[in-house]
């Protein structure tokens, strides 16, 4: 039996695979570029596992994840105030705890069934960027879908994902920042501005309507642009310094409202947008207001009055137009009007209220000013310093940012020619114009530019595909098709295949994929913290022991001043490590990443004397809360500046007791042969706080002992170079930079002689003693050495080279046991011991804890002026390591001494944490022994040890040690010791022309030809 199918009309023929591709070709394409997205920003999440625990990169994360368990503890609330950073003080977290940490930990509670564990919830935050940075192709999409149709929508989604630059770097898994959420929200609140417009165009909405309640005229202008409203205001509830909207949306609308009337057009359906829009964002702003202040980096009385004076600014600008029109005027005279009154509102705020403008101003031109010369606090956080190499903004968006500029003309060229042009297209050019600027003046803000250049590239694309005249509907010619194919691969090529100049190497995305990982610093300062939390008392437990009494989800109630109770005490570390911490020791830091306590911080670790750091220490404690620990890493006292580098160039710029600059402690010294440099350091240096804690443990230093028995001088010369500079150079001759001397007097005789020289000032030599700190002992550090970090370990292997101390690559990756080991990339280089010593002077385990005590006394009798040296064997039993402690007093004609000793030697076990003090890591080998200098490598032994018990340095035991040394018969002369690990192998070699029983016939120097040449090279 037959079945008709009946007539065509009745049943069509089927689509062909043209039209089924024309009509969905985007949705297979958007769905590509949303998996490749995904998975390219968390291929690697593995690499922030690391002992089944969670880390994160940088240093904001950790405070994000802190404020996300917050959220988790006491749901929906944020924290309010924060008692666990900024000892003594406490602070509100302002940036922090806001509408990301909300959403994010709603959704841990999601999948922790209303009770997360903290790695499930660390899990969360772990993925969180990676989802951020994956949703925002979808309003990608759709911004470029309404400027060129579904191929420019298509095209800014394929660009967004390609870019390698920051918006990409800060949306990788383990980067929990509010950066990704900004730019989510940001290409959100733009979208929805353009959608308003386009709404506003199409209605023509007019003030009569609403006279009259005309709702079914003005629902959809006005519901988009409450909608618009909304997206700005959770980008403003995320991020409150995202004023820098509303700047850039009171600048649209200031220029388009005077365009449209210029051209004969009313302005006042684009006002009405305006006014509804930043009206919804002032009353929302009210939800969160905070402070009844004028800041943008809290919720404060900034974000609501600049929405709302922007909605007025609508309003009058619209009546202004209105007013113009009805008595007849020159349209011409309009913007002269509105500029003449912007003008004088200018003047009278600059002169009535003096701070307000000039707060304004700084803001401005701290954002948007292409600033040169940053403030301190600006210029020691690397994201907030200028983009000092336009070279980057080609490797991370390639040939898209050229034809985004292209775009961005086209669109400009359309609106003086063409009466009807859209404003979602001029609104897009002005975001690309300030999001360029900030771009250049922070790098920062280099998070938003991808987004703007992905959608004029597709407005470029767009105007390319209408001159080819390609349609699906007309059919498809040959040449259509290699047009938009040699197109696509213009624009995506670079991005595919390291885009840059040939001198410096480009990653693409998916190579920042591929390396993306949190680095050994995390991994270092949780050992150090887990140390810290395990070994040192409860906050509130200092001194009394038990349990804390600061809960440390607790809620706070805001305040300027956190009134810290008895046994609460903070730890005093560089402002980077603040959050780390707080998070990972569950301890109070001093000074944290929002920059609070970065004056006090670089006060204390610059400190040029003992008496100075304590007085610092003592102007923050309080009667019952002080500051009981120290924690430093090699990259704090680490000259050499840069990424993953040493950070002893940010102190200065903080630091208020005198006028100082970096190059009071070091400078550097060019190599006339090579490319390569070395930073050598002056005796203020040596005699800051952090050095005297990192390299050599609170002990004494001298510039020549037994164990490094040669005095070091740094000779340069002045050189030009082709700029016209004058710099440091190696000195003109030939010679060494870098020269050593078997004795004081020949190191003197030479440095007076050539005036561009100095005694000490190489690795961690000083040209004078140092003395010994009395109230700082080294207590814990982490397992991790200095030595696995390959920036370490290059500048370390460079220096030395100039100071002719011998290393060798080994071709097993193994060195043997008196050699350090020395990693660089996939290459293992490898120095003897005791010339490792001379570059660091003790073992440079990567984060060291020291703690602040009382101190024990030691008393005694010795023979009448002389002058006595103590010192003590220890031990840190976490690494391993040995060093003495020395300290050296004068004995006075009566025959009697008395020292403070930081450092204990009996009686660990009766003070520890539950008793309110630090269970020590770092222990004595033996008694205190004494004995008289006779000279720099030499000594007279003297009868008589001293016992200084735990009590006695904590000061629970105020009474003294007492010791009757005497000269025992013989007088024997012995090398005396320093602070260094006991080595036995000479691994120095000459660079004077002095003579020298050392010998290196087993080593090769092949530092200077093998090792890389340092990414920056700094400043004269």
């Known amino acids: ?75 929906p609330a944020t924290m309010p105030f924060d008692p666990w950073t900024y000892f003594p003080y406490g602070t509100r977290s302002g940036q922090f705890g806001t509408l990301m940490d909300q959403v994010f930990g709603t959704i841990a509670l999601i999948i922790g069934l209303g009770d997360p564990s903290a790695h499930t919830v660390a899990m969360v935050a772990l993925f969180a960027p990676a989802v951020m940075g994956t949703l925002a192709a979808i309003p990608t999409y759709y911004m ?61 909405p007019v003030y009569e309507q609403f006279l009259d309640r005309d709702i079914p005229a003005l629902r959809a202008t006005v519901g988009y642009s409450i909608l618009a409203g909304v997206a700005i205001s959770l980008y403003l509830w995320t991020w409150p ?17 005077t365009i449209e009337f210029v051209r004969g057009k009313s302005p006042e359906h684009a006002a009405i947008v ?117 070279d980057r903004l080609y490797q991370y968006h390639g040939l898209a940012l050229f034809a985004a500029i292209i775009g961005a003309l086209l669109v400009l060229f359309n609106q003086i020619f063409d009466r009807d042009a859209s404003a979602d297209r001029f609104l897009m050019v002005v975001w690309f114009a300030f999001i360029l600027a900030a771009s250049f003046t922070q790098i920062r803000f280099g998070v938003y530019l991808v987004f703007p250049v992905a959608a004029l590239s597709a407005v470029a694309v767009d105007y390319v595909v209408r001159w080819t005249d390609f349609s699906f509907d007309d059919g498809v ?44 610093e995390p991994a270092a300062w949780t050992e150090s913290m887990d140390w810290l939390q395990a070994n040192s008392p409860q906050e509130g437990a200092y001194g009394t022991g038990g349990n804390g009494t600061l809960e440390y989800y607790g809620t706070y109630a805001d305040r300027s001043d956190y009134d810290y109770g008895e046994g ?78 040493g950070k002893f160039f940010a102190p200065p710029r903080f630091y208020d007791k005198s006028n100082v600059s970096r190059s009071d402690y070091f400078g550097t010294i060019r190599s006339r042969q090579s490319q390569q440099y070395f930073n050598y350091r002056t005796q203020d240096y040596y005699e800051s706080m952090v050095v005297r804690l990192y390299e050599y443990h609170g002990s004494a230093k001298e510039p020549q002992s037994a164990s490094q028995p040669f005095v070091y001088v740094v000779d340069w010369d002045t050189a030009a170079t082709r700029s016209g500079q004058t710099v440091r150079a190696t000195p003109a001759d030939g010679s060494p930079a870098v020269k050593r001397f078997r004795t004081m007097e020949a190191a003197r005789n030479y440095t007076e002689s050539d005036a561009t020289s100095q005694i000490g000032g190489f690795g961690a030599q000083p040209g004078e003693r140092v003395s010994a700190l009395e109230h700082y002992r080294y207590v814990g550090s982490s397992e991790r050495s200095a030595y696995s970090s390959g920036a370490h370990n290059q500048f370390q292997l460079i220096e030395s080279a100039f100071g002719q101390l011998p290393n ?39 984060t060291k804890i020291f703690e602040r005590v009382e101190g024990g006394t030691i008393e005694g009798t010795a023979p009448a002026n002389t002058t006595v040296e103590a010192s003590v064997p220890m031990r840190n039993n976490v690494t391993g390591e040995s060093f003495t402690y020395t300290q050296r007093v004068d004995v006075g004609a009566d025959g009697r001494f008395e020292m403070t000793v930081p450092y204990s030697t009996t009686g660990y076990e009766a003070w520890g944490t539950d008793e309110g003090y630090t269970d020590v890591g770092v222990r004595a080998q033996g008694p205190y022994e004494f004995s008289i200098p006779v000279g720099p490598t030499a000594s007279y032994p003297l009868n008589g040890t001293a016992t200084v018990t735990e009590g006695q340095v904590i000061g629970e035991n105020e009474s003294a040690t007492t010791v009757e040394l005497t000269v025992p018969e013989g007088n024997q002369t012995v090398e005396t010791n320093d602070t260094s690990t006991n080595t036995t192998t000479d691994g120095s070699t000459d660079g004077s022309s002095t003579d020298d029983t050392s010998t290196n016939e087993t080593t090769t120097n092949d530092t200077a030809g093998s090792l890389a040449r340092p990414a920056a090279e700094p400043a004269p």
């Open 568 to 645: 609460e005490y903070g730890v005093m570390s560089w402002w980077d490590y603040g959050h780390i911490i707080t998070v990972q020791g569950e301890r109070i830091p001093n000074a944290n990443p929002f920059q609070q306590g970065a004056t006090t911080a670089a006060n204390f670790l610059l400190s040029p004397t003992e008496t100075e750091a304590n007085s610092v220490l003592n102007e923050t404690d309080e009667d019952d809360a002080k500051t009981r620990y120290v924690a430093v890493d090699w990259k704090m006292a680490n000259t050499y500046g840069g990424p993953g580098q």
């Open 144 to 204: 470029g879908r309404r400027l060129a149709g579904r191929i420019g929508g298509v095209t800014a989604a394929g660009i967004l994902a390609l870019s390698a630059g920051l918006f990409l770097q800060r949306s990788i898994v383990g980067f929990y920042d509010h950066q990704v959420a900004e730019g989510l929200l940001q290409v959100t609140s733009i979208l929805a501005v353009m959608v308003a417009l386009s709404v506003g165009e199409r209605d023509k």
């Open 808 to 846: 060798q690559r080994s071709t097993t990756g193994d060195c043997t046991a008196n050699q350090t080991t020395m990693p660089i990339g996939n290459q293992t280089y490898c120095q003897p011991d005791q010339a490792a010593g001379i570059m660091d002077h003790t073992n440079p385990a990567w």
């Open 1 to 75: 039996m037959s079945h008709s199918r009946g007539t065509s009309a009745e049943n069509p023929e089927p689509e062909s695979t043209l039209d089924r591709v024309k009509t969905w070709y985007h949705v297979p394409a958007l769905l590509l570029v949303l998996g490749f997205m995904l998975w390219n920003r968390a291929q690697n999440y593995s690499e922030y596992i690391v002992d089944g625990e969670v880390l994160f990169s940088g240093t904001d994360p950790w405070y994000h994840y802190r404020s996300t368990m917050y959220v988790v503890e006491n749901w």
């Open 274 to 390: 305006g006014t509804v829009s930043l009206g919804t964002v002032a009353v929302l702003q009210l939800a969160v207001l905070q402070q009844l202040t004028i800041s943008a980096t809290d919720h404060t009385l900034l974000q609501v009055l600049l929405a709302a004076a922007i909605a007025g600014g609508c309003v009058f600008m619209a009546w202004l137009a209105r007013f113009v029109e009805a008595n007849d005027y020159d349209r011409n005279l309009y913007p002269v009007a509105v500029g003449g009154i912007l003008a004088t509102i200018t003047i009278l705020t600059a002169v009535l209220t003096p701070d307000l403008f000039s707060y304004f101003v700084n803001q401005v031109l701290r954002v948007i000013g292409f600033t040169e010369s940053p403030a301190a606090t600006v210029t020691s956080v690397g994201e907030a310093t200028p983009l000092d190499d336009p």
């Open 477 to 520: 010619e040959a040449y259509e098709v290699i047009t938009i194919v040699a197109l696509v691969l213009i624009l995506t090529g670079p991005l595919l295949f390291a885009p840059g100049a040939a001198y410096f190497f480009s990653p693409t995305a998916v190579e920042v994929g591929e390396q993306a990982g949190p680095g050994q």
């Open 241 to 257: 310094p995202a004023v820098l909207l509303l700047g850039i949306l009171g600048t649209f609308f200031l220029l388009w409202l």
